[in-house]
């Protein structure tokens, strides 16, 4: 088995697992990112160790003119793309609504609705032209439920339950298939991020439960991406077992 499997924010997290976990399996691979260090790294280390062939693409999801051309631009070979798993994004504070920064707002709808609309357009000539495809859009357990002082990230990852939707019901005739995966908390740069950059906080955030890993994910995504051509899998929310929704958890005394 050899895909194309373009995964966005593949410099860390979920992303890096992913990526990970595609190339162990012997897929071809492009992973985007705004590090391209950490790009380039990822891609000496799985190209050495698995023997696959991967394309670095650096770009800001957010940077509508980047996005569709750096797509535009994408060599002929790497045009079959088969797997789109729309990973990049991010929060940016957790404040109370009235507190709460304009333009840490706007990042988040930026990077998490626009960017993914933009890359997702971008890459869908691709899947038409093969009449086939499967995009996997990460939202979050914030999607399905609103918690406090999550507002804006929420409706970010609202945005994106509801696109995923859109998505899947518009692009059936296409025969496309559009999966939803929804993680709690999941231990990644995500909260040094939030947090900008204060690293005790961040860290308070996985404080008395074991989170879900990077590496999780990866696999659930594996799992959905590898099933016969018939069955697709739509909507997934997953969780440590000491968290049951965003607000309930079952803490260590
Ligand atoms: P990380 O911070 O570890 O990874 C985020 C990735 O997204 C990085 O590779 C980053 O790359 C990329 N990214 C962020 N903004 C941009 C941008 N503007 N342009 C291009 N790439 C960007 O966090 P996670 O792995 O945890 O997050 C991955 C996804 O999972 C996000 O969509 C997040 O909302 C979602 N999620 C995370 C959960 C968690 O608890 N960790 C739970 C539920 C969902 P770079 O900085 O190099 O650009
Ligand atoms: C990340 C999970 O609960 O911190 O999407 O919003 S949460």
Redesign the pocket.
């Known amino acids: 088995m050899n895909k194309i499997v373009l995964i ?9 697992a992913c990526a990970i976990k595609f190339a162990s399996a012997k897929n071809s691979l492009i992973i ?4 391209i260090e ?1 790009l380039s790294k990822l891609k000496d280390e799985l190209e050495k160790e698995y023997g696959i062939k991967v394309l670095t693409l650096c ?4 940077d509508r003119k980047a996005v569709v051309t750096v797509f535009k631009g994408l060599p002929n070979q790497w045009k079959k793309i088969d797997i789109l798993i729309n ?5 940016l504070g957790r404040d109370s609504f009235e507190n709460a920064d304009l333009d840490d707002w706007e990042t988040m709808l930026n ?2 609705v626009h ?1 993914l609309l933009y890359v997702s357009k971008s890459v869908l000539p691709f899947m038409l032209a093969q009449k086939k495809g499967h995009i996997i859009n ?5 999607g399905k439920e609103v918690y406090e002082k999550g507002n804006v990230y929420c409706a970010s ?1 609202f945005a994106v339950d509801a696109i995923t939707k859109a998505m899947r019901i518009d692009l059936l005739k296409n025969n496309i298939k559009v999966t939803g995966i ?9 909260s040094l ?1 939030r947090f900008k950059g204060e690293s005790s906080i961040a860290k308070a955030a996985y404080d008395g439960f074991t989170p879900l890993t ?1 590496e999780d994910i990866a696999e659930t995504i594996y799992y959905c991406s590898n099933l016969p051509s018939h069955v697709c899998i739509n909507d997934l929310v997953i969780t440590c077992t000491q968290q049951a929704s965003t607000y309930y958890f079952n803490k260590n005394e």
């Open positions: 966005t924010g593949a410099s860390s997290g979920i992303g890096k985007t990112g705004r590090r950490k770009f800001d999801v957010q990973n990049a994004g991010l929060a990077s998490n960017g990460i939202g979050s357990v914030a990852k929804h993680p709690g908390a999941v231990e990644t740069e995500f991020v990077a």
